[in-house]
């Protein structure tokens, strides 16, 4: 849907021209590979309990992020609603406690009173996210 809706929203400014459908899948194939290369070099590096942390942070980024970025928008599309609804349950499961999460039992340094209140703060933002996105309306582009 971002490479045939957004693709020049997304990647008209750095290229300084109109971006055709294929462009935009090579970039966004081009990003994914990059970001896929970029995450086995720090797992051979770090090892897996430091990309186990990574996940757990882009958990918490999603949370927060995409609540302002949809705020910007200014409405929803195709897919909004559903996006806010698994950002949710999967911020959930993130910060779940030791013996029921994830991530709290796989990494003791999460075990901790921190990492709950970063879970509380990540499942505000992922509510955030979808009261904002009832609330407007829906783009003419594609009905959610």
């Excluded at 599309?77 to 806010?84: D, Q």
């Excluded at 950002?87 to 406690?97: A, D, M, R, V």
């Excluded at 039992?105 to 879970?119: C, K, M, N, Q, R």
């Amino acid at each position: 849907m971002s490479v045939k809706y957004e693709r020049n929203i997304i990647w008209k400014k750095y290229l300084h021209r109109d971006v055709s459908e294929l462009t935009g899948w090579i970039m966004g194939i081009f990003g994914y590979l990059t970001g896929f290369a970029m995450f086995w070099l720090l797992r051979l590096g770090l090892g897996d309990h430091i990309c186990l942390i990574l996940m757990m942070s882009t958990s918490a980024i999603l949370a927060m992020a995409v609540s302002w970025k949809l705020q910007e928008m200014g409405d929803r599309r195709f897919g909004t609603i559903a996006l806010g609804w698994f950002t949710l349950f999967g911020t959930i499961f993130t910060f779940l406690p030791k013996g029921y999460g994830f991530f709290a039992t796989a990494i003791p340094v999460l075990d901790h009173t921190w990492f709950s209140l970063l879970g509380i703060i990540c499942i505000i933002y992922a509510l955030r996210y979808l009261w904002i996105a009832y609330r407007y309306p829906v783009n003419s582009l594609a009905k959610n």
